[in-house]
């Protein structure tokens, strides 16, 4: 069992910028993929970005593509996620998530994290 816990979620402007953490216990952080997934109100909840457990393959949302980066920190149990250039379309629940490979947190991860909510302003 993984337990994730979000923080640094809050209030930005357009084209700020905000660093969310997710902290991991229980089993074996570093040998687990994680990744981000978002839902915005009234929509779907949609992947964001995943990172395998050594950080070295990475997948990202085309929406996020050069605005974004993941990145973990084994040492630390800890997952982030680099928001720069915020657009008010990026205001969302965030969520952290695990699974056994990056693919996997893609397709269907399997631990879920409570969520910390970003809302970016005009």
């Known amino acids: 069992q993984v337990q994730l816990v979000e923080s640094g979620g809050g209030l930005v402007q357009a084209g700020g910028s905000l660093r969310l953490s997710c902290a991991a216990s229980?089993?074996?952080?570093?040998?687990?993929?994680m990744g981000w997934f978002r839902q915005a109100p009234g929509k779907e909840r949609e992947f964001v970005a995943a990172?395998?457990?050594?950080?070295?393959?990475?997948y990202y949302a085309d929406s996020v593509k050069g605005r974004f980066t993941i990145s973990k920190d084994n040492a630390k149990n800890t997952v982030y996620l680099q928001m720069n250039s915020l657009k008010l379309e990026d205001t969302a629940l965030y969520y952290c998530?695990?699974?056994?490979?990056?693919?996997?947190?893609?397709?269907?991860?399997?631990?879920w994290g409570q969520g910390t909510q970003v809302t970016v302003s005009s």
């Open positions: 998530a695990s699974g056994a490979r990056a693919i996997s947190v893609v397709n269907g991860p399997d631990y």
């Open positions: 229980g089993r074996t952080f570093s040998r687990y993929a």
């Open positions: 990172s395998s457990w050594s950080g070295g393959t990475t």
